[in-house]
Structure formats: C-alpha cells, structure tokens
Nanobody, 114 residues
Framework: EVQLVESGGGLVQPGGSLRLSCAAS????????MSWARQAPGKGLEWVSD???????YYTDSMKGRFTISRDNAKNTVYLQMNSLKPEDTAVYYC????????WGQGTQVTVSS
C-alpha cells in the first residue's frame, strides 16, 4: 500500500523558511517521480515542483529561486526547502507520487503571516 506522510508545515513569518518532508513507503521510491503540489484557501490546485528518478527537477516559475526539491533514496523521503516565504505561499502542501495513477499524501498546512 502506497503511503505518503508529509511533515514540517507550520506558521512562519514573511521572509522565513520551512522544510517540508514526505516519508514514502509501499513502492520503489528510488525509481519514482515525486512532486509537491499546493492548494491555497479558495483556490485551485497548483503544482510546485517535481523530482525525477535521475535527480532532475522542475519548478513552477513563481517558485524558482525560492524553493528547492530534493530526495534521499536511502530514507525514502522527498523534501521541499522553502525560503523567502510570502503570504501568498500560504496553502496546504501535498506530496504526490507521479505515475499512471497519482497518489497523494494527506497534506501539511503552511501559513505565512506576521
């Protein structure tokens, strides 16, 4: 059974940083593409970043230079380092296993506010 468990969310001031983690199990993590997505209050889903099995990455333009996705195959964990956070980054952040069927974690809340 695929399980994705996010952690690391919380309340942070504008300009601050957070690192999200996603612990994965139930599939071959090292050969899987993983993504982070988010949903802000009252808004639709937005893809944030992808990381592929070869370590290559993709970022949505608004996150480039501020967010960094990484993976540790030994720990079956994918990370999202978020710097220079803005109030508009407030959202529930989801870890996603990409494939013919996408699997989603339960999400972790990130709130950027003074």
């Amino acid at each position: 059974e695929v399980q994705l468990v996010e952690s690391g969310g919380g309340l942070v001031q504008p300009g601050g940083s957070l690192r999200l983690s996603c612990a994965a199990s139930g599939f071959t993590f090292s050969s899987s593409a993983m993504s982070w997505a988010r949903q802000a209050p009252g808004k639709g889903l937005e893809w944030v970043s992808d990381i592929y099995s070869d370590g290559s990455t993709y970022y949505t333009d608004s996150m480039k230079g501020r967010f960094t996705i990484s993976r540790d195959n030994a720990k079956n964990t994918v990370y999202l380092q978020m710097n220079s956070l803005k109030p508009e980054d407030t959202a529930v952040y989801y870890c996603v296993l990409r494939g013919a069927v996408d699997y989603w974690g339960q999400g972790t809340q990130v709130t950027v506010s003074s």
